[in-house]
């Protein structure tokens, strides 16, 4: 698939965040988070979707009558067609799109590798990969702004993010001196499921499958995130966990951020 068409304007994005900030040291980072901002409030009306119909879904999820229908079907009642039908008029009755938290993760995937493949464009270093980059970047001071410096914090943004610091904490004798620990796809994974969980309807029926469906993307969905960040550049993981905490912010601002459903809740039938 030819992405040229989004990994164009991306570059040129952030090569024009990055020259606003001064194209210093960190500046090539910031552009990332900057850029992840812009990105986020772009995809605000859809995002607004995706927790309306998350909430709707936990109401279809403990409304007595959909819990009937699943008992039914799971009783051999009613077939699995009757079962959709009914399903699609209680979806009508309550509001409920069914793709409606599905469409922002849908958009979410080319701009993921749009912007995987502008990152690493936009770091160029040898001869060959500066002459492929130049045509597409439409600054004029481009021959100021190249090579781009990838230096942010602790990473080299063009690499898979490793953090050595062990070496200076622990006894050499321990022998961990050259094992990176992978930090960012450490904190993609945390804050991926922070935002997994506020999207995913939660419900008191243990036989609702669409719920166990969506308990199970909750920890599936940070896991890939997270994969992601270990095995590609560190300016992918950056856009994670920018992209992740803006999420959670706009959550708060809209009055969705529950702390509660986001911490593991006790088992009372067990106590």
């Given at each position: ?5 989004i ?7 952030l ?42 879904m ?16 799971k009783?051999?009642?009613?077939d699995?067609?009757e ?33 995987y493949w ?13 002459v ?20 942010f ?16 904490i ?10 990176g ?21 939660t ?6 499958q ?12 940070p896991?890939?995130?997270a ?13 994670f ?17 529950d ?7 006790r ?5």
């Amino acid at each position: 698939m030819n992405l040229d068409f989004i990994i164009t304007p991306f570059v040129n994005i952030l090569l024009y965040i990055y020259d606003f900030l001064g194209h210093g040291i960190n500046d090539f980072g910031w552009a990332i988070i900057l850029f992840t901002i812009l990105i986020r409030l772009l995809l605000y009306p859809l995002t607004k979707s995706q927790l309306d119909t998350s909430k709707n879904m936990q109401k279809l999820n403990d409304n007595p009558e959909y819990q009937k229908l699943q008992k039914k079907r799971k009783e051999g009642k009613i077939d699995q067609e009757e079962f959709a039908q009914k399903q699609m008029a209680l979806y009508q009755e309550l509001g409920i799109n069914p793709f409606g938290s599905c469409l922002p993760t849908l958009l979410q995937f080319p701009i993921i590798i749009g912007l995987y493949w502008s990152v690493t464009k936009a770091l160029a270093t040898s001869p060959l990969q500066l002459v492929n980059l130049i045509p597409d970047i439409n600054l004029g001071n481009a021959a100021t702004l190249l090579p781009l410096n990838s230096q942010f914090l602790w990473m080299d943004l063009s690499q898979p993010e490793r953090w050595y610091g062990l070496a200076r904490i622990l006894p050499q004798s321990w022998g961990l001196g050259e094992f990176g620990v992978p930090i960012m796809a450490i904190v993609v994974f945390i804050t991926s499921y922070f935002q997994s969980k506020m999207t995913t309807p939660t419900s008191s029926n243990p036989n609702d499958q669409s719920a166990q469906m969506g308990k199970m993307m909750t920890l599936y969905i940070p896991v890939l995130m997270a994969w992601l960040s270990y095995s590609y550049s560190a300016g992918l993981a950056l856009y994670f966990v920018a992209g992740n905490i803006v999420s959670l912010v706009q959550y708060a601002l809209m009055g969705r951020l529950d702390i509660s459903s986001l911490l593991p809740k006790r088992n009372k039938a067990a106590e």
